[in-house]
């Protein structure tokens, strides 16, 4: 499995100014992300945890999602990630959260004709307990394999959290 590390440590983003910490909840991905983030030297010093939420209930009980939009979307939706990556944050008392739920293959019986996927990041205000800043989006894998997909997901929300680290090191 191919990790693709950066070529700007996760490590320096987050324990920079302003110093965050980080966690996970996946599902599609299947703890490729928490791979990810544990694969670079160091990530004990940010890395809270995450969790791995596969079915409805477990996103519901471990992470606050919303029953009824769970439900009304088979768990993907942009909203559900966005609930996912605040639950984590609540969860495990993290800065940063990040989510990934979608479909890594088609399913005629769910009407999914191609591979897609939502993630998220939100950036948490432990003091108020509110995200300050929660946002999502998504990415279709038309012909791709599952694999293909998990790892076209994680890399998705990988280099989104980036870009929001270096955002806010600039600002």
């Known amino acids: 499995m191919s990790f693709g590390v950066s070529s ?13 910490t980080l966690a996970v909840a996946e599902s599609l991905t299947g703890g490729r992300l928490q791979a990810r983030v544990t694969a670079e030297s160091g990530s004990s010093a940010y890395f809270l945890g995450g969790v791995t939420a596969y079915t409805i209930e477990s996103k519901v009980r471990l992470l606050a999602v919303d029953r009824s939009e769970a439900e009304a979307s088979a768990c993907v939706s942009a909203r559900v990630a966005e609930q996912m990556a605040e ?11 990040l989510a990934t739920t979608g479909w890594a293959e088609p399913s005629a019986e769910a009407g999914v004709a191609e591979p897609f996927a939502w993630w998220a990041v939100a950036h948490w205000d432990r003091a108020a307990s509110r995200a300050r800043r929660t946002w999502s989006g998504r ?9 293909a997909v998990q790892q076209a997901v994680t890399d998705a929300v990988w280099a989104e959290l980036e870009r929001y680290l270096r955002e806010l090191r600039r600002a």
Do not use: K, W, Y
């Not at 990415?139 to 694999?147: E, K, L, M, S, T």
């Open 87 to 97: 639950g984590v944050c609540r969860l495990l008392g993290s800065d940063l959260g």
């Open 139 to 147: 990415v279709a894998f038309p012909g791709q394999g599952r694999h």
């Open 8 to 20: 700007s440590p996760l490590r320096s983003l987050l324990l920079g100014p302003p110093g965050l």
